[in-house]
């Protein structure tokens, strides 16, 4: 495919290719109205060098409304109700949001990506951050896209158990890293999420053990760590489709644990365990089995500071 490049004065560089899908513009110091974009466009990355540059009012009303993907540092609140009406894709920082801007997006969304601070400032502490925060709030309900399938909002430590009441049963994957507000009572809310398979709840201090019984039955990747409380009763209550389990800080299970896993186990780390050792894995018969069937599968287990792999034969 032939790959045309232009340039437009010093502030800016600009890669497009030809086939007129996909154009990228990236952008030294900021954004003009003057795009001058293909109608047909279907995906957008917009980057530069500043995240908090953007797009002014006038050149956002002018996107091609054929766009399904777009990537953009910055999007405020009256832009929101200008995206491109068939969007599926959108990554951005949106600041603020509220659930007043959440009904602003594009319900046609199936993925949308909010990066670092999308809620709150980051010159404040975590406490005024979270104060801020649900002072916008109101009171008022996160209502997500309807049909959104993947929700990523890494790094956003202001937000808690309010953005998920209110989630799609569409959604497949999660991601809360960092979120410090979130409790047992809002993973409870998971429950009716019954097509989730991904589910990130690391760096979240508030969490306990006591969650694992609230996790939808479909979850098969889980990344859960900010509490040292699990011991190895509660492995047992982890539901029994994960398959990659990542559990960091869970320093006080012991090799008598391994056996509690999910049967169908295929990767599980255990980041700043001292407990359980390589000869630990002779032991481990019951996490490589899968179901009914004869097979041969790997089994990945960082222990502590190591990396240690299994390989065994099973049969029915």
Not at 4 to 18: E, Y
Not at 23 to 29: E, N, P
Not at 95 to 113: A, G, S, V
Not at 125 to 151: C, M, Q, Y
Request: net charge positive.
């Amino acid at each position: 495919m032939a790959i045309g490049i232009r340039h437009s004065c010093t502030i800016s560089r600009r890669l497009s290719l030809l086939c007129q899908d996909v154009w990228s513009t990236f952008r030294w110091k900021s954004f003009t109205n003057d795009l001058r974009l293909p109608p047909s466009l279907k995906s957008l990355l917009l980057a530069c060098t500043s995240r908090w540059l953007t797009l002014d009012l006038v050149a956002f009303q002018s996107l091609p409304r054929t766009l399904t993907s777009l990537h953009i540092p910055h999007i405020d609140a009256s832009q929101a109700l200008h995206l491109p009406p068939l969007l599926r894709q959108l990554r951005a920082i949106l600041f603020p949001i509220t659930p007043e801007h959440l009904e602003r997006l594009p319900n046609t969304l199936h993925t949308l990506q909010l990066s670092q601070d999308c809620f709150t400032n980051s010159n404040h502490s975590e406490d005024e951050a979270r104060a801020i925060f649900l002072s916008r709030t109101n009171g008022k309900t996160f209502k997500w896209p309807e049909h959104l399938v993947t929700l990523d909002i890494d790094q956003c430590a202001s937000i808690g158990d309010e953005i998920l009441h209110e989630l799609p049963r569409t959604l497949m994957c999660l991601s809360l890293e960092r979120a410090r507000y979130v409790t047992n009572s809002g993973v409870a809310a998971l429950r009716k999420c019954d097509s989730l398979t991904t589910l990130d709840l690391s760096g979240s201090p508030l969490l306990t053990s006591d969650c694992f019984k609230h996790l939808p039955n479909s979850l098969g990747f889980l990344e859960f760590s900010g509490t040292s409380d699990i011991v190895d009763l509660h492995i047992k209550e982890l539901p029994k489709s994960l398959r990659y389990i990542y559990m960091t800080g869970a320093t006080k299970l012991t090799p008598a644990c391994l056996a509690s896993f999910p049967p169908r186990t295929s990767t599980l780390r255990l980041d700043r365990n001292a407990n359980i050792h390589e000869t630990d894995l002779a032991n481990l018969s019951s996490l490589l089995r899968y179901g009914q069937s004869s097979t041969t599968c790997t089994s990945t287990f960082r222990l502590g500071a190591g990396v240690i792999r299994a390989q065994r034969g099973t049969s029915s």
